[in-house]
Structure formats: C-alpha cells, structure tokens
C-alpha cells in the first residue's frame, strides 16, 4: 500500500485482509487474490489526501464504510459455524457477542448455589468474551464493549491466577497435618499441637516461597504464552514482572526457613 498508516492502523488493516482471506480461503467461486488487491485499491482511493500517517480511527471509518470481511464470500458457501457467528455478530453496533458474554456471567452468578451450573454458565461466559475479542482482532476496536467482556473474563483469570500460585498450600498443609502424630511422637519436645505448626508453619511458608521461585524462572522466557492465556490484560507483561515474582519468592522462602529452624532449635 502506497499510503503511510499508523502502527494501530497497520494492525487493524491486516487484521481485515487476515479475515478476508480467512473467509475466502474456502470459497470456490470469488479469486482472493483478486478480492484483496480490490480492498487495497480501495481502501487507498478512500484515503487519499488524508494526512499520513493515516490514524487508526480514519482508517477504521473507512473499513466500517467498507463493510464486514465475511461480506466477499456467498453467504451459502460459508460453513455452518461461521454462519452461526455471522448471525450472532451482524446486529447493531456488533455487540451481540459482548451482550451474550454478559448475560451468560449474570446467570452464572445468580445461580451460584446450584455449583456446577454456575461453572458452566461462568466459563461459557468466558469463552464468549474470549471469542469476541478474538473476533476483533485489534482491542482498540472493542472500545466500550469492554464493560460487557472483561467481568467473566476478570473472574476466571483471577481464579486461575489464585490457583496457580498457591496449589502447594492444597498440598503441604494436609501433608503436615497427616505427619503431625508421628513427628510428636518421633520428638518429644514438641508437647503439643502448637509447638508442632510454629515449625510446620513456616516451613508450608518456605515450600509456597520456593515453588514461586520456581514459577518466576519458568515464567522468564515464555512470555507469550502468559500472552495467550490471559489475554488481553498480559500485553504488556514484562520480565521484572518475573522478576519480582522470584524475589518475593526468594525473600518468602528464606524468611520462613530461618523462622522456622529458629522455632526449632528454642524447642530442642
């Protein structure tokens, strides 16, 4: 394209020719080559004489102006599922997908005494949320339909954050627990249950320290795969993030050991 466009506008236009060619890769009757040299064309005649770089939002009237990707391909050539999309999509505003999101969260909510039902509503809200903004491409379009898409999205993210950084608590605690007759009965200076979780305590502490330690190394490289996850708050993740993850680790683990040997050696 012979127009300059803004980084924003960039990605917003490959994100349109991405999902032409998407549509069109299936088609049997419609050139897609030909279809997207046409887009260009146009898109360039339309743009013409705006200053360059062309912003995301004059580039974004055009493609609205344009119309939907989907629109080049026969409606009866289009997979059942893509149909089924194009329906739920094709409504005012486009937001049909941020009101299903919403609704499916809000029942999931209000039936939350009826557990795996609310799970299921919850989730399903979720991947509703994810499939829109996936739909979307570029954040930037889904601009106010974020109040609609982020609850469910919010609400899992955080479960599975929670989950993810401190399932060793679901495991070292039952773990003292079960050995705490044996260990009192093995070391007889440890007289009653409170004297046994001073040292049981911190050192559960210095485990959960240790295995965030752990997390942070791991979570070091691949940090487009927190991308992908939990998108689309983790754009922007960085490596201090880890970073600081391995820090509070590092300082947890450490603490809590030396509080607890201490707690040990009073009691011997």
Do not use: C
């Not at 194009?86 to 969260?105: C, H, K, Q, V």
């Not at 049981?200 to 965030?212: E, F, Q």
């Not at 030396?258 to 040990?264: A, D, P, S, T």
Request: proline share 5%; glycine share 4%; hydrophobic share 50%.
């Amino acid at each position: 394209m012979m127009v300059t466009l803004s980084e924003g506008a960039k990605r917003s236009l490959d994100d349109y020719l991405r999902q032409a060619r998407t549509y069109l890769r299936g088609s049997r009757s419609v050139d897609a080559d030909e279809i997207e040299q046409n887009i260009t064309e146009h898109i360039e005649n339309e743009l013409e004489g705006e200053a360059e770089p062309v912003s995301y939002d004059v580039l974004d009237a055009v493609l609205k102006k344009l119309g939907s990707p989907q629109q080049w391909v026969p409606m009866e050539e289009l997979p059942w599922w893509w149909k089924i999309i194009y329906r739920l999509r094709s409504g005012p505003e486009d937001w049909r997908l941020a009101y299903i999101s919403l609704a499916l969260f809000v029942a999931g909510l209000l039936t939350l005494p009826y557990a795996p039902v609310s799970i299921v509503l919850i989730l399903a809200g979720f991947l509703t949320s994810r499939a829109a903004i996936s739909e979307a491409g570029d954040i930037d379009k889904i601009k106010a339909q974020k109040w609609l898409l982020y609850p469910p999205l919010i609400v899992v993210y955080l479960f599975v954050l929670l989950a993810l950084l401190t399932w060793p608590l679901a495991l070292l605690i039952p773990l003292a627990d079960v050995y705490e007759r044996d260990f009192r009965e093995s070391y007889h200076y440890f007289s009653n249950e409170n004297d046994y979780w001073f040292v049981a305590t911190p050192a559960i502490l210095a485990g959960l320290g240790l295995w965030w330690s752990i997390l942070a190394i791991v979570l070091l490289k691949p940090r487009r795969l927190l991308q992908v996850v939990f998108r689309p708050f983790a754009e922007k993740v960085r490596s201090k993030w880890a970073l600081r993850l391995l820090l509070i680790g590092l300082v947890l683990m450490i603490l809590s050991a030396g509080i607890g040997v201490l707690y040990y050696q009073d009691f011997i």
